[in-house]
């Protein structure tokens, strides 16, 4: 529920904001509402479309395949984990 104490506490991480370069808040923290995640999903995808002079479909693309590099990065590094685990049980 939105109250004043809120917006003015907002109002100063607005300016704290506006005032730090180079650097960007999205999302629930930046605007101090509450959003579904799909909606900061989105509004993420349309900042860095927009930085990287990208339609947001195209940014939509890079992000989904960063993210399935990390995701298969991550599995073999957990088949890896799983090998050694599985050996150290035999003892060798």
Same mark, same amino acid.
């Given at each position: %529920?939105?109250?004043?104490?809120?917006?003015?506490?907002?109002?100063?991480?607005?300016?704290?904001?506006? @005032?730090?370069?180079?650097?960007?808040?999205?999302?629930?923290?930046?605007?101090?509402?509450?959003?579904? %995640?799909?909606?900061?999903?989105?509004?993420?995808?349309?900042?860095? @479309?927009?930085? %990287?002079?990208q339609?947001?479909?195209? @940014?939509?693309?890079?992000?989904?395949a960063?993210?399935?590099t990390?995701?298969?990065?991550?599995?073999?590094?957990?088949?890896?984990?799983?090998?050694?685990e599985? @050996?150290?049980?035999?003892?060798?």
């Amino acid at each position: %529920m939105p109250r004043p104490e809120s917006a003015e506490l907002y109002k100063k991480y607005q300016a704290l904001a506006e @005032a730090t370069p180079d650097v960007l808040f999205v999302g629930r923290l930046a605007t101090y509402k509450y959003y579904n %995640m799909d909606q900061v999903v989105g509004q993420a995808l349309a900042t860095y @479309a927009r930085l %990287m002079g990208q339609k947001r479909s195209e @940014a939509t693309r890079a992000a989904l395949a960063a993210t399935a590099t990390a995701a298969r990065k991550l599995r073999r590094r957990t088949d890896v984990a799983e090998v050694a685990e599985i @050996a150290s049980r035999r003892g060798a």
